[in-house]
């Protein structure tokens, strides 16, 4: 079953701008991550936020939690064509065990030159 | 290039019959994790082993049965196949398995059920 629900399904912008994703989740967390994957390839993790942090930086990256709305966004600033890919957030629920990622379906973002 | 690797790219079989794929973790990882990924489902966690031992199972069809051995590469080896079948199939390894471990994930394993 998916726990995060990622808003929107497809967004499209020009280089440079700024690219917002968001996740919305279910139960409680332990913590929250975002991988991005292209085109039918592996997924490769981009950040981690635990439930106690409300916001982290990773370079162009930006990830806030909000666990009192459950949800969770993620800021790509000065976007590339590079970044176009899919965009997966995942919790790890804080009472079905450590080792389960649930992830949501995806943001699909297109970076156009 | 995650350190993880799968084979094989891609399998083209027919419903009923049985397949194995295969999954080597990066070096120094004990949990190998196997995801399966459908237009229809999403990516969905299947199971979960940790030195060989079953730590975690999710959606995981009884059709469709795991295994790590003492090296710590994975099978995952899914019988009986049907159309719906036919999916994207991740490994993925971390160092431990706990909470905070990143996980790194293979290229996949593209499998078509004719």
């Known amino acids: 079953s998916q726990q995060g629900e990622e808003d929107p399904q497809a967004l499209s912008i020009q280089e440079g701008e700024n690219a917002t994703m968001n996740c919305s989740y279910k139960t409680s967390i332990n913590n929250l991550q975002w991988y991005r994957q292209n085109s039918g390839r592996g997924l490769v993790h981009l950040i981690l936020?635990?439930?106690?942090?409300r916001e982290k930086h990773s370079g162009r990256l930006r990830v806030t939690l909000d666990t009192s709305k459950k949800s969770s966004s993620l800021l790509i600033t000065a976007s590339r064509a590079a970044d176009t890919a899919s965009y997966f957030c995942?919790?790890?629920?804080?009472?079905?065990?450590?080792?389960?990622?649930?992830f949501g379906k995806g943001t699909m973002l297109l970076v156009s030159p | 290039d995650s350190g993880v690797t799968q084979t094989p790219k891609h399998l083209i079989t027919a419903t009923g019959q049985r397949v194995t794929l295969r999954c080597s973790p990066r070096?120094?990882?004990?949990?190998v994790y196997w995801y399966q990924q459908s237009l229809d489902q999403g990516l969905q966690f299947l199971i979960h082993?940790?030195?060989?031992?079953?730590?975690a199972k999710g959606n995981i069809l009884e059709r469709f049965s795991a295994q790590q051995f003492p090296d710590l590469h994975s099978e995952l080896n899914l019988s009986s196949l049907e159309l719906g079948d036919s999916a994207l199939y991740f490994c993925a390894s971390s160092v431990e398995g706990g909470a905070d471990d990143e996980q790194f994930f293979g290229p996949g394993t593209r499998l078509t059920v004719l």
């Open positions: 070096s120094g990882d004990l949990s």
């Open positions: 995942a919790t790890r629920d804080s009472f079905s065990g450590y080792s389960t990622l649930t």
């Open positions: 082993y940790y030195n060989g031992e079953e730590r």
């Open positions: 936020i635990r439930s106690n942090e």
